[in-house]
């Protein structure tokens, strides 16, 4: 298998969170190829438990986009709807333990640079989806689940992998619905990785910490219309409303019990100057060290919003469209990993755990399952240098990583599946 050329078309078909329809497919095709019994569409992930789906009119135009640029009809089929989880299962000769490896599909709403100095541009793979890009290396993960698959196809080991192929970890929102679909219930060690995270080529941490938990909001004013000019008390300013919340949650305090972070990062409505708007939307986002932390940061953005709808007479909805935990990384994974990469060339600076993180991660919520049944897991973060930080228009990673880090993460299954 050919994971660069893999990687090379993932890329030039980026695909954002829930309309990762071509991707996914390609996915199923492959691991069906291989031997792996493929569980995906609404078998792999629970439907109400799925944060910040995308509109209708947005799925069902991925949904033909991928069919056109030759997406598995009777494959995207069963993901009609933002069903793009896959899961890839392959028992061993023996019994043992099941040990789950994650890797994220989505790309982001991020124009992709047409620079010459751009890789992708100059070796021809830039994204043919104008907006979209993949700027966080997904496509890379990617294929190094496909590239992990093809070494494990043998079935020459004692247990049962399992390769969960994630949709929409952009906006903490895909990996959720596959816990409450009970995809983790069974598995008995979980290993999650990034490639990239500010760390050169050659470095490795067998754990990541630093994640913030966090809880993304979209809230929704109602007020009514009127004409600003001659009946402007006749209205209800829905957009000013929203500027109360937004100015108030900025004005939150600091805790002293965590760290937190509050964003505003979406705030639109109004149609014309003339018209009192009868609608607002607002995104927000709360983060913390720590789930209570949060919970109370959350709370304290929720009285704000319900109070500065009530004062100008709105009516007003919040719902949640994303969300994460932090990570507590079992160290003997984060060590045993480390092991392994001194065994894999290439890899030359080794760190066992590391706080090189301040973002949120839902692969929190797959290793939480995993660690509440009994199990373990760590968050490994992969160094290659990039020209351009994450969620850049010109970001890219070194190719050469992708074959080392299929080597490492079969390392690791083999001695797990011994």
Do not use: W
């Not at 929203?242 to 019990?257: D, G």
């Amino acid at each position: 298998m050919d994971i660069i050329s893999l990687r090379r078309d993932f890329h030039m078909h980026p695909e954002v969170g829930f309309t990762e329809f071509r991707t996914a497919s390609k996915v199923v095709e492959i691991l069906t190829s291989l031997g792996y019994e493929v569980i995906y569409g609404k078998d792999a992930m629970d439907g109400p438990s799925r944060r910040g789906l995308p509109t209708e009119e947005v799925l069902e135009a991925a949904y033909a986009r991928a069919l056109r640029d030759g997406a598995n009809p009777a494959i995207v089929e069963q993901m009609r709807g933002g069903y793009t989880a896959v899961i890839g299962i392959l028992k061993g000769k023996a019994a043992g333990p099941t040990v789950a490896f994650r890797f994220d599909m989505d790309a982001l709403p991020v124009p992709e640079s047409a620079d010459a100095d751009h890789f992708p541009q100059s070796a021809g793979f830039r994204s043919v989806y104008e907006g979209n890009m993949h700027a966080c290396a997904h496509d890379g993960h990617t294929s190094i689940g496909l590239g992990l698959a093809e070494q494990l196809a043998d079935g020459d080991f004692a247990g049962t992998v399992k390769l969960i192929f994630q949709p929409a970890e952009e906006g903490v929102r895909g990996a959720y619905s596959i816990v409450q679909k009970g995809m983790l219930d069974d598995v008995d060690y979980i290993f999650c990785h990034h490639l990239g995270t500010n760390l050169p080529l050659g470095e490795i941490h067998g754990a990541s910490s630093g994640f913030l938990a966090t809880t993304k909001l979209a809230v929704h004013f109602h007020g009514v219309s009127s004409h600003a000019g001659a009946t402007p008390e006749k209205g209800r300013n829905a957009l000013l409303g929203a500027a109360t919340a937004l100015l108030n949650i900025h004005a939150v305090p600091r805790f002293s019990s965590g760290s937190t972070r509050v964003n505003v990062g979406v705030l639109e409505g109004g149609t014309a100057a003339n018209i009192i708007p009868s609608y607002a939307k607002m995104i927000v986002e709360t983060r913390s060290v720590t789930e209570e932390v949060n919970r109370d940061l959350e709370q304290r953005v929720r009285n704000i919003i319900a109070h500065s709808a009530a004062m100008h007479e709105l009516e007003h909805e919040i719902e949640v469209i994303g969300a994460a935990i932090p990570i507590d990384n079992d160290k003997e994974l984060a060590e045993l990993a480390i092991e392994e990469a001194k065994q894999v060339e290439g890899f030359t600076t080794f760190q066992i755990d590391a706080a090189n993180s301040m973002g949120s991660e839902d692969a929190s919520f797959l290793i939480r399952r995993v660690q509440e049944r009994g199990g373990k897991g760590t968050y490994m973060a992969i160094g290659t240098d990039i020209p351009a930080p994450h969620h850049h228009p010109k970001f890219d990673i070194q190719e050469e990583i992708l074959p080392r880090a299929v080597q490492l993460l079969h390392r690791i299954a083999r001695r797990m599946l011994k």
